[in-house]
């Protein structure tokens, strides 16, 4: 079983920067994929970002494109979402997942973390 704890939400004004963490600990493998997801008040849970540890490669959201941007250390079994150019419909609980495959259902959830972006 891996653990999640997210942290960096808050609250911040249009246009502000906000960067998320997400540490993973427990049973983790070396190999894996880490996302960040977003849900909204009364909406779906939706994908933002991830990244695969052993290639580096990312994929995002249409909506986030060009202003989010996802990282990882592997060292620190670390995901980091960097968030720039913040609008307030980017106000959401942002979530972490993990996953060992490249693909598929993600394994683990952190519990979430708060953004609220004030117009």
């Known amino acids: 079983q891996v653990q999640l704890v997210e942290s960096g939400g808050g609250l911040v004004q249009a246009g502000g920067s906000l960067r998320l963490s997400c540490a993973a600990s427990?049973?983790?493998?070396?190999?894996?994929?880490m996302g960040w997801f977003r849900q909204a008040p009364g909406k779906e849970r939706d994908f933002v970002a991830s990244?695969?540890?052993?290639?580096?490669?990312?994929l995002y959201a249409d909506s986030v494109k060009g202003r989010f941007t996802i990282s990882n250390d592997n060292a620190k079994n670390t995901v980091y979402l960097q968030m720039n150019s913040l609008k307030p419909e980017d106000t959401a609980t942002y979530y972490c997942?993990?996953?060992?495959?490249?693909?598929?259902?993600?394994?683990?959830w952190g519990q979430g973390t708060q953004v609220t972006v004030s117009s």
């Open positions: 990244i695969r540890s052993s290639t580096g490669i990312t």
């Open positions: 427990g049973r983790t493998f070396s190999t894996y994929t």
């Open positions: 997942a993990y996953r060992v495959r490249a693909y598929g259902a993600y394994d683990s």
